[in-house]
């Protein structure tokens, strides 16, 4: 069974220190690796994707399939990070792999 | 680019009641997909279109839910008869048709925070 596992359900740092989102993973197989943000008041939207390599926002996260973790960092917080942060996986290949599996979330709280 | 959109942002409704959902898609995106979050859970899948076609309903919980997609544009989901535990933000999602080289970004509504009470 495919799995995403948050174990922070709140972090709270303060303005310009480094921030660290955890996210682990159980699948079978070779999966996909998202992380979505939702501010407030705001849909759910894309903040990166493994495959990309990107920096957005300030935000990296690598793969590590060793360990299975897709952990989120930004080395300087800012108080616009305040959100609740989700990581999600899929499958690849098509047909039913598409879908998301979600993390329970974690509250990022920058206080300044 | 208009994003998805659902219809309504909140529902309250009785036990026994039937409430029906909204979502329109982005234009031109072929995959739909339903969520719900349920409180103090994860988003959890409920089911994939491929255009008008059900590509994946493994997460649906019962037979109480419907989800159609006639024509392959918009998707309704009807829950006949609600019950306590069906309230929670149901999500809808859309993506282009994927490649081969990497999957379709799904863009998501803003939800409808349903209250069976």
């Known amino acids: 069974a495919q799995r995403v596992t948050q174990p922070e359900k709140l972090l709270s740092v303060f303005k310009g220190a480094p921030v660290e989102l955890k996210c682990n993973y159980s699948y079978s197989g070779s999966p996909e690796l998202f992380w979505y943000v939702q501010y407030s008041r705001q849909r759910l939207q894309l903040l990166l994707r493994?495959?990309s390599r990107e920096s957005i926002k300030g935000f990296t996260a690598d793969l590590n399939k060793g360990e299975t973790s897709f952990h989120l960092k930004k080395p300087f917080a800012q108080e616009e990070d305040s959100a609740m942060y989700y990581c999600a996986l899929s499958g690849r290949g098509g047909g039913s792999n598409y879908k998301l599996t979600f993390g329970k979330g974690t509250l990022l709280t920058v206080n300044p | 680019e208009a994003g998805v959109t659902q219809f309504p942002s909140h529902s309250v409704i009785e036990k026994g009641q039937t409430v029906t959902l909204r979502c329109d898609p982005i234009s031109g995106h072929d995959n739909l997909y339903w969520y719900r979050r349920v409180m103090g859970k994860e988003i959890k899948f409920l089911l994939h279109?491929?255009?008008?076609?059900?590509?994946?309903e493994s997460g649906m919980p019962n037979n109480r839910f419907l989800a159609e997609r006639t024509g392959g544009t918009y998707s309704t989901l009807k829950v006949q008869p609600a019950e306590l535990e069906d309230s929670g933000v149901y999500f809808c999602?859309?993506?282009?048709?994927?490649?081969?080289?990497?999957?379709?970004?799904?863009?998501f509504g803003p939800g409808t925070r349903l209250t069976v009470l």
């Open positions: 279109f491929v255009k008008e076609s059900k590509q994946d």
């Open positions: 493994h495959i």
């Open positions: 999602a859309s993506s282009r048709e994927a490649g081969l080289a990497g999957e379709g970004e799904q863009f």
